[in-house]
């Protein structure tokens, strides 16, 4: 099915390890997010990449790095994982210009030991 | 700053019958509004948009109100069955790119049987 992917769906780290994060969509979109949701809390835009070789930052981009690979693919790095980053962590993508084109992943569930 | 907020964190109704939602925002420059679903295990979905320019916007089974005089938005759903049960998010952007959605904790929608 089209959509976007996202891998692992479940992942446990220590504390300073680091990790990437993978994304893909097949729809030909041209803009990519990363988000993270928190328990409590709506989602928070750490980086997004608006077009093919463009990545930006979000509200929260601190402890996180991001490669867009191709048009297909936009991955998130913890270089040095800290508990503060347990989360669900969720890839997004967009048609156009159309803010109703949003579709999501299923998550990553990651928690920081 | 911006924030979107919800009245409610839980919510229970009766299948069958009415469900209304409701979500606050602060900021008077938004101009584009959206309701998000989210199921247990799986990533926001779309639900409906609206813009500033609009107070209702009917989709189906679903309605969503916007009063800008004491930024309230609202999503209604009728006649709300099992299938409904779920996490809603509304989500909020002042910009005509969608880059800078601020999204609301989120309302858990329970349906009773």
């Known amino acids: 099915n089209a959509g976007v992917t996202q891998t692992p769906k479940f992942q446990v780290l220590k504390t300073g390890q680091s990790m990437t994060l993978q994304c893909a969509q097949d729809?030909?979109?041209?803009?990519m997010y990363w988000y993270r949701q928190d328990p409590g809390m709506g989602l928070r835009l750490i980086y997004y990449?608006?077009?093919?070789?463009?990545?930006d930052k979000g509200e929260v981009p601190n402890g996180y790095n991001v490669s867009r690979l191709n048009k297909r693919e936009f991955s998130l790095r913890l270089e040095s994982a800290a508990p503060s980053q347990t989360s669900v962590y969720f890839c997004?993508?967009?048609?156009?210009?159309?803010?109703?084109?949003?579709?999501f992943g299923s998550g990553t569930r990651l928690t920081v030991v | 700053g911006e924030s979107v907020g919800l009245h409610l964190p839980t919510l229970s109704v009766q299948e069958g019958d009415n469900s209304i939602i409701n979500c606050a925002y602060s900021?008077?420059?938004?101009?584009?509004f959206i309701w998000y679903k989210q199921e247990s295990g799986k990533g926001p979905q779309f639900i409906i948009d609206?813009?500033?320019?609009?107070d209702k916007r009917q989709g189906q089974r679903v309605t969503v109100l916007l009063n800008k005089t004491v930024k309230h938005l609202s999503l209604q759903i009728a006649a709300t069955q099992p299938g409904d049960s779920a996490v809603y998010f509304c989500?909020?952007?002042?910009?005509?790119?969608?880059?800078?959605?601020?999204f609301g904790p989120g309302t858990r929608l329970s349906v009773l049987p």
């Open positions: 997004a993508s967009r048609s156009g210009d159309r803010v109703d084109g949003y579709t």
């Open positions: 729809m030909n979109h041209n803009s």
């Open positions: 990449s608006a077009s093919e070789g463009t990545t």
């Open positions: 900021n008077s420059a938004s101009d584009y």
């Open positions: 609206i813009r500033s320019n609009m």
């Open positions: 989500a909020e952007t002042p910009d005509n790119y969608g880059q800078n959605f601020v």
